[in-house]
């Protein structure tokens, strides 16, 4: 019997909305057949297949721990809170969304402070100053320490953040902050500013798999079903269709135009007809069309591509090297 394949994404709010529409691009349409409220789902006509709604860090913790075997989550959580985390998950493909950056942040007030090297100086003079650490609030105690590593801080001590980590300073709870931000208005508007080398880490929503999730019983093959979908709704993505006629066209003019304009011809040269089909960039398109018909093409088609599949998938390529079946 074929064992499901587990794909946790987040339970509510923008990063449902978003992992839902990621998945419905691609021809996967995520259902609850029991209802809105209900924490269990599926992809419909698909079978073989469990939905899992979480939140983020249930599902980080699940693709650890090999209970999910792919999940939607967002990179700044994956090296918070797994170990070794490239040894346990593999980050498959970056999504586009739930952007957000986890920086080093110090009071505005500090103007001599613009480096880590300066802020290492602060430290070393706080403790000496004072007789004790500087306090870095932060929910990201893992990556704050590894950082302040790599930079050779040591005249520190972390205090865990539980509410808004931007109002400690103020609150006198901490010197600075180790936090995640998007538009660095919270920051602005709490008088904190981003060290210039203290952006951590750019994160963004991540599909993830587990290496640790049991990958027999037929739930590779499933895997392969869904990643190939995705792939060829990324492929299409990064291409407009193009078809003309003309019978100047020959090798040469195709060759140029891959050259210059990054074109594919996915079913090879024009026919006996002369007729073509062009797979082109979209902010090649216009720049293609005047140089066809400055070629001899009368009429030119564009049109949307909603999946390309090929023979190779990159997606399912990584997953299975990093599972190593």
Known sequence: MTAPVIIAVPAKG???????????????????????????????????????????SEITAQLAQGAAHLGVTGEDLVREMIPDADARVILLEG????YANVVVAVPQAWIDVRSMSDLDDVATAFRLKHNRKMRVATKYVNLTRGFFGQHGIGDYRIVESLGATE?????????????????GNTLTANALKVIEDGVMLRSQANLVAARGADWKNGTLDTARR??????????????????????????????????????????????????????????QVFALADFLRGKGADAISVSDIDYVFTQDNPLFERLKTGVQL
């Open 226 to 283: 869904i990643l190939d979908r995705l792939a060829s709704q990324a492929r299409a993505q990064a291409f407009r269709e193009m078809r003309t006629r003309f019978k100047g066209c020959d090798d040469a003019l195709l060759a140029v135009a891959r050259e210059t304009f990054g074109i594919v011809t996915p079913f090879g040269g024009p026919t006996s007809s002369g007729m073509l089909t062009l797979h082109c960039p979209p902010d």
């Open 14 to 56: 923008r990063l449902q909305e978003n992992a839902e529409g990621y998945f419905a691009r691609a021809g996967l349409k995520l259902i609850k057949p029991r209802g809105a409220r209900d924490y269990r789902g599926t992809i419909a006509g698909m079978d073989g297949v469990e939905i899992a709604y979480l939140s983020a």
């Open 167 to 183: 109002g400690a300073p103020a609150a006198g709870t901490a010197e600075l902050i180790v936090d995640i931000t998007t538009t």
């Open 95 to 98: 999504l586009g969304f739930g």
